[in-house]
């Protein structure tokens, strides 16, 4: 396998997955011990930590991971190194402190990165990409600086959606936006940039509000993904994900804007809203594509492909019922069923996988 001058092989990619798989895996067991279930915990403390576990330990390391790849320089893999170690610290009982000064300097490193290719590419996606890196870095700052995960949760989902948002964008060349369309999703960068950095003080929650639901509404009006849910196969999934994955997003920002504020009940229904529905139904549709990019193996598509997307968005709906209608036992049984979507998402991708390894043999 060839890759990019400075750039390093599959052997040495796989390890850094695996550190964002075991934050994802601590993540989600703490995730369900704050529902009441009786789950294996190495420390009562993950409990606290199952955001930042989620955040940074899995998405910043993968998030990390594939930029590094982008850039094709080897110090770059020091971002999902320092990410995933610090899920590593914190899973194992160190300090808070020294999971956080790790992950804050990965942020740092994939900030960095993100800034020399935009100095490349200066178009208007990574400049995207790079404001939701400095969101990322700042929340990271913060919270190493002992402000609470509610007061920089908001600078944690910017990253993600900044970053997803960026993404897609960069796609949209092959259907290019209208000026006036570009101007819009400006004006929308503005107010999630300023909402987020406004919501550490607490102020700026319906500006972020509207910012996230006016991108929800750029996303489900100019993306491709409006014609290419009309195609088959694989093409057609990863439509559907992005497309189911907006809905959750304005779903989440008018719960947000209905609210006013980041607290109570509305603070685990938009935060779930947006960092599973939104986020998730994201990675389960790039997953075929990132997973053969970073670690070089073959994901052909398959009808069962819809079944962990289907489990993640009815156990969603679940749990968030059960919020709103102030029913517990829905709400944690919900919590459990969406930590079974995320599973079934994991032995799908490795059924995947082994399907496209016994092809390439034959």
């Given at each position: 396998m060839t890759v990019p001058s400075g750039g390093l092989g599959v052997p040495f990619r796989l390890p850094l997955l695996i550190l964002g798989f075991v934050s994802l895996a601590s993540g989600v067991l703490a995730g369900l011990a704050r529902f009441g279930w009786e789950v294996p915990l190495p420390s009562a403390q993950l409990v606290l930590l199952h955001g930042p576990l989620m955040v940074c330990g899995f998405l910043g390391t993968v998030i990390g991971l594939e930029r590094a790849v982008a850039l094709g320089r080897r110090w770059a893999y020091a971002g999902p190194l320092l990410t995933g170690l610090g899920g590593i610290a914190i899973l194992i009982g160190f300090p808070v402190s020294i999971g956080a000064s790790a992950m804050a300097l990965g942020s740092a490193v994939l900030l960095t990165g993100t800034i020399l290719i935009t100095l490349r590419q200066r178009e208007l996606f990574m400049v995207t990409m790079a404001l939701g890196a400095v969101s990322w870095?700042?929340?990271?700052?913060?919270?190493?600086?002992?402000?609470?995960?509610?007061?920089?949760?908001?600078?944690?989902?910017?990253?993600?959606?900044?970053?997803?948002?960026?993404?897609r964008l960069e796609l949209s060349r092959f259907l290019p936006p209208s000026p006036g369309a570009k101007r819009i999703f400006k004006v929308i960068l503005a107010a999630l940039v300023a909402g987020?950095?406004?919501?550490?003080?607490?102020?700026?929650?319906?500006?972020?509000g509207i910012g996230l639901l006016g991108l929800a509404l750029w996303l489900l009006r100019q993306d491709v993904a409006r014609r290419t849910v009309?195609?088959?196969?694989?093409?057609?999934?990863?439509?559907?994900?992005?497309?189911?994955?907006?809905?959750?997003l304005a779903?989440?920002?008018l719960v947000l804007l209905a609210a006013g504020s980041l607290t109570g009940a509305a603070y685990d229904t938009v935060l779930h809203a947006i960092l599973i529905g939104f986020v998730f139904s994201m990675v389960f549709g790039h997953a075929p594509i990132i997973f053969p990019a970073v670690v070089r193996?073959?994901?052909?598509?398959?009808?069962?492909?819809?079944?962990?997307?289907?489990?993640?968005?009815a156990s969603l709906l679940m749990r968030l019922a059960g919020s709103g209608l102030m029913l517990p036992e829905l709400q944690s049984l919900g919590g459990l069923l969406n930590a079974a979507a995320l599973v079934l998402f994991i032995l799908s991708t490795v059924s995947s996988v082994i399907r496209g390894f016994r092809a390439g043999k034959n």
């Open positions: 870095l700042a929340g990271n700052l913060l919270w190493l600086a002992g402000a609470g995960v509610p007061a920089v949760v908001a600078l944690w989902i910017n990253f993600l959606v900044l970053t997803i948002a960026g993404e987020g950095f406004l919501s550490v003080t607490g102020a700026g929650i319906v500006i972020y009309k195609e088959q196969g694989l093409t057609r999934f990863i439509a559907v994900c992005l497309l189911s994955g907006y809905a959750w779903a989440g920002s193996v073959e994901m052909p598509y398959h009808w069962t492909f819809y079944l962990p997307l289907l489990a993640l968005h």
